[in-house]
Protein backbone atom coordinates (compact mmCIF):
# COMPACT_ATOMS: atom_id res chain seq x y z
CA UNK A 1 0.00 0.00 0.00
CA UNK A 2 0.82 3.26 -0.84
CA UNK A 3 0.43 6.58 1.37
CA UNK A 4 0.99 10.55 0.39
CA UNK A 5 0.66 12.14 4.71
CA UNK A 6 0.77 15.73 4.02
CA UNK A 7 1.34 18.40 6.83
CA UNK A 8 2.34 21.94 7.08
CA UNK A 9 -1.01 23.31 7.16
CA UNK A 10 -2.64 26.25 9.10
CA UNK A 11 -3.62 29.53 9.65
CA UNK A 12 -1.77 32.52 8.48
CA UNK A 13 -2.44 36.04 8.26
CA UNK A 14 -1.96 37.89 4.17
CA UNK A 15 1.52 38.11 3.43
CA UNK A 16 2.64 35.34 5.79
CA UNK A 17 4.58 32.01 4.61
CA UNK A 18 3.74 28.40 5.23
CA UNK A 19 5.41 25.21 4.15
CA UNK A 20 3.61 22.05 3.65
CA UNK A 21 5.48 18.75 3.32
CA UNK A 22 4.25 15.23 1.33
CA UNK A 23 5.41 11.76 2.33
CA UNK A 24 5.29 9.05 0.25
CA UNK A 25 5.27 5.59 2.00
CA UNK A 26 4.83 2.26 1.34
CA UNK A 27 5.60 -0.04 -1.47
CA UNK A 28 7.63 2.67 -3.94
CA UNK A 29 9.46 1.37 -6.77
CA UNK A 30 10.07 5.09 -8.19
CA UNK A 31 8.04 8.25 -8.07
CA UNK A 32 7.42 10.07 -11.63
CA UNK A 33 5.80 13.43 -11.15
CA UNK A 34 4.94 14.72 -7.53
CA UNK A 35 2.57 17.81 -7.09
CA UNK A 36 -0.02 20.15 -5.06
CA UNK A 37 -3.39 20.92 -5.52
CA UNK A 38 -5.87 23.02 -4.08
CA UNK A 39 -9.47 23.23 -3.80
CA UNK A 40 -11.00 26.76 -2.34
CA UNK A 41 -14.83 26.35 -1.18
CA UNK A 42 -17.64 25.74 -4.19
CA UNK A 43 -14.39 25.62 -7.18
CA UNK A 44 -12.23 22.93 -8.40
CA UNK A 45 -10.19 21.43 -7.42
CA UNK A 46 -6.80 23.14 -9.23
CA UNK A 47 -2.99 21.79 -9.92
CA UNK A 48 -0.83 24.84 -8.47
CA UNK A 49 2.39 23.34 -8.58
CA UNK A 50 4.15 20.10 -10.19
CA UNK A 51 7.36 18.66 -10.17
CA UNK A 52 7.12 16.78 -13.67
CA UNK A 53 9.38 12.89 -14.20
CA UNK A 54 11.73 14.98 -15.75
CA UNK A 55 12.68 17.65 -12.96
CA UNK A 56 11.25 20.46 -14.45
CA UNK A 57 8.70 22.58 -12.60
CA UNK A 58 5.37 24.38 -13.05
CA UNK A 59 3.13 26.72 -11.39
CA UNK A 60 0.02 27.88 -11.79
CA UNK A 61 0.20 31.72 -12.85
CA UNK A 62 -1.54 32.95 -9.78
CA UNK A 63 0.97 31.61 -7.48
CA UNK A 64 3.93 32.16 -10.15
CA UNK A 65 7.15 33.88 -8.11
CA UNK A 66 5.02 33.30 -4.40
CA UNK A 67 5.28 29.41 -4.03
CA UNK A 68 8.00 26.79 -4.63
CA UNK A 69 7.94 23.24 -4.72
CA UNK A 70 10.94 21.10 -4.04
CA UNK A 71 11.66 17.49 -4.30
CA UNK A 72 13.84 15.16 -1.54
CA UNK A 73 14.32 12.18 -3.23
CA UNK A 74 15.80 10.08 -1.08
CA UNK A 75 13.05 10.33 1.08
CA UNK A 76 10.56 10.57 -1.35
CA UNK A 77 8.88 14.10 0.12
CA UNK A 78 7.57 17.39 -1.89
CA UNK A 79 7.56 20.39 -0.09
CA UNK A 80 5.91 23.83 -1.02
CA UNK A 81 7.10 26.84 0.24
CA UNK A 82 4.15 29.34 0.18
CA UNK A 83 5.23 32.89 0.84
CA UNK A 84 3.27 36.22 0.59
CA UNK A 85 0.17 34.02 0.99
CA UNK A 86 -2.90 35.71 -0.24
CA UNK A 87 -6.53 34.98 1.13
CA UNK A 88 -7.62 33.54 -2.25
CA UNK A 89 -4.80 31.01 -1.63
CA UNK A 90 -6.95 29.58 1.06
CA UNK A 91 -8.72 26.02 0.58
CA UNK A 92 -7.48 22.60 0.85
CA UNK A 93 -4.17 21.03 -0.66
CA UNK A 94 -3.92 17.84 -1.55
CA UNK A 95 -0.28 16.30 -2.22
CA UNK A 96 -0.45 14.22 -5.70
CA UNK A 97 2.02 11.36 -7.49
CA UNK A 98 2.33 9.19 -10.41
CA UNK A 99 4.10 6.61 -9.01
CA UNK A 100 5.72 3.05 -9.83
CA UNK A 101 5.08 0.60 -6.72
CA UNK A 102 6.60 -2.77 -8.06
CA UNK A 103 9.12 -2.86 -10.93
CA UNK A 104 6.63 -4.78 -12.96
CA UNK A 105 3.92 -2.27 -12.14
CA UNK A 106 2.64 0.47 -14.26
CA UNK A 107 1.97 3.88 -13.13
CA UNK A 108 -0.40 4.93 -10.39
CA UNK A 109 -1.54 7.70 -9.57
CA UNK A 110 -1.94 8.60 -5.63
CA UNK A 111 -3.74 11.80 -3.52
CA UNK A 112 -2.85 12.73 -0.02
CA UNK A 113 -5.80 13.44 2.55
CA UNK A 114 -5.51 16.87 2.30
CA UNK A 115 -4.37 19.63 4.74
CA UNK A 116 -6.39 22.86 5.36
CA UNK A 117 -5.02 26.53 4.68
CA UNK A 118 -6.56 29.36 5.62
CA UNK A 119 -5.21 33.02 4.79
CA UNK A 120 -6.75 35.74 7.04
CA UNK A 121 -7.18 39.09 5.38
Known amino acids: QVQLVESGGGLVQAGGSLRLSCAAS????????MGWYRQAPGKQRELVAD???????IYVDSVEGRFTISRDNAKNTVYLQMNSLKPEDTGVYYC???????????????WGQGTQVTVSS
Open 96 to 110: NADLIPNSDSPVYNY
Open 51 to 57: YTSSGST
Open 26 to 33: GSIFRINA
